[in-house]
């Protein structure tokens, strides 16, 4: 341990016997700033929140104790409170570094980005030590309004220096997004890992930037490394995950998702995709398994509808009616929003469990919402036609007409379904004769209707009218 180090521990000490035993100390601007910053390398926050607003009461006039108060509001996200501290600050005491800060209190909070702007150009012009985090907060900013050539163009000699600072590399990962820029903030990441091929975080900005650009192959090899480096950690795990499921690897995505979930707090969120996995590979027992630890790992008050929605399917598909049922009337008691609803009536409606998606439906045709309410009724139109109710189909979407008579997919809906029978040709008429003055009526019918092309119903009704 060094003598600096002594020195400085020797400070702490002094600082909590005075703050726990109540033992009288002073320390002057200098020491109340190196308490401070010990306390945040230590990432002990409470006692870092404390020093800091002691510092600030003895020494509110104090630059560098003015700068640890802002950080302090800007990292509990208190950003009014760190602005007005600033700003009053710098009305008597004018300062580079605090005109910084200013601006990235405008970039964090997503305010004011103009201002901060124009504060990151002037600073720049004035060459500053201060100039990579200037330039690193100007292209937040450019990278928020899509200038993403700009934003690389800023970060580009920045990261070269800083690559081990996360959030640096993740916003020049970003630039990627510009097709045209795409191969320079590759070339950029590849040079500094073939300077530094240990560093891991560059393995896996490496690895996020070919995701991003959509080269799936080379992402795995970059995240490979990563993990061969050290395995220890959620993010380059979750992004194997999805970079395999890229690749159509289904259980190697199980596998790095469940890694993932090891080392993450809110671990709910991988056991829900989990389940969802093994749901699509229709495996429903480990899909309820997963879905249950989901639910049971929330600790936050989500009601997490594809978990609950979700085991609703996996008992239907076991055949475990009784089961399903209650997690139904669970999942309907929660009052998820109505799209939830629907996706699901409509998917369960496709594995042949049409009698319960129905009543989900008929209730859904009452929603405020007018989409979701005429949404349901052309799903419940169909239901009934494909069981053998093809005029209660029809009526109902007549019925429908009668209050909304203005919308397109009623009407193709009831186009479809009056079709597959002459007796009903009357509805096929009425339907046609709304749909023909439509913009885009022949190209919707090509492309979402081509069955319609063949049936003899639909082409009478169509030459009759042409020939009124």
């Known amino acids: 341990m060094s003598e600096e180090e002594k020195e400085i521990l020797d400070l702490v000490r002094r600082y ?12 002057d601007s200098m020491e109340w700033v190196d308490i401070i910053d010990y306390y945040e390398d230590n990432e002990q926050d409470d ?21 640890r108060m802002a950080n302090l509001y800007l990292n509990k ?11 009053d600050y710098i009305k008597e005491h004018p300062s580079e570094e605090l005109r910084g800060l200013l601006a990235g ?17 002037e600073l720049l012009l004035e060459e500053s030590e201060l100039d990579p985090y200037y330039s690193y907060l100007l292209a937040r900013i450019y990278i928020e309004k899509s200038k993403f050539a700009q934003a690389e163009k800023l970060l580009r000699n920045v990261v070269k220096i800083h690559y081990d600072d ?39 900005a490496l690895a996020f930037a070919y995701y991003e650009s959509y080269h799936i192959d080379k992402a795995l090899e970059a995240i490979n490394y990563a993990i061969a480096i050290d395995s220890d950690e959620e993010t380059r795990h979750a992004l194997k995950a999805n970079i395999v499921v890229a690749l159509g690897k289904d259980e190697e995505y199980i596998k790095e998702s469940l890694l993932a979930a090891e080392y993450a707090t809110d671990k709910y969120t991988y056991y829900e995709s989990i389940g969802k996995a093994y749901l699509n590979k229709k495996d429903y027992k480990n899909a309820s398994i997963y879905y249950k630890k989901a639910l049971e790992h929330e600790k936050f008050g989500l009601e997490l509808p594809e978990s609950n929605l979700g085991l609703v399917e996996c008992y239907l598909m076991q055949n475990q009616i009784t089961m399903a049922n209650r997690q139904l009337d669970k999942a309907i008691a929660m009052q998820y929003p109505p799209s939830y609803y629907l996706g699901f009536a409509e998917r369960i409606s496709s594995l042949g469990f049409s009698y319960i998606s129905e009543d989900i439906l008929a209730e859904l045709t009452n929603s405020d919402d007018i989409l979701i309410s005429m949404l349901a ?18 009526k109902l979407l007549e019925d429908t007409i009668k209050d909304y008579n203005d919308i ?10 009056s079709c597959r029978d002459s007796k009903y040709i009357a509805y096929t008429r009425k ?26 119903n639909y082409l009478k009704c169509l030459k009759e009218l042409i020939n009124e």
């Open 105 to 121: 209190v405008y970039v964090e909070s997503g305010t004011h980005l103009k201002k901060a702007e124009q504060i990151l150009k």
């Open 16 to 27: 909590e016997d005075m703050v726990d035993n109540n033992i009288p100390a002073w320390f």
């Open 377 to 394: 009724t052309v799903s419940l139109a169909y239901i009934k036609a494909e069981t053998d109710r093809l005029l209660e189909g029809i």
């Open 431 to 456: 339907a046609l004769q709304y749909l023909i003055a439509q913009k885009g009526y022949n190209k919707n019918i090509r492309d979402n209707f081509p069955s319609l092309l063949k049936n003899g």
């Open 47 to 67: 006692r870092l929140e404390q020093a800091t607003l002691r510092a600030y009461k003895k020494f509110p006039d104090d630059e560098d104790i003015v700068v």
């Open 77 to 87: 996200e208190e950003y009014k409170r760190a602005e007005n501290l600033i700003k």
């Open 166 to 204: 996360w959030a640096l590399m993740m916003n020049y990962v970003k630039c990627v997004e510009d097709k045209q820029v795409a191969n320079t903030v590759l070339r950029t990441i590849r040079s500094i890992v073939n300077k530094n091929p240990f560093e891991d975080k560059v393995w896996v």
């Open 408 to 417: 397109d997919s009623l009407y193709y809906a009831l186009l479809d379904l």
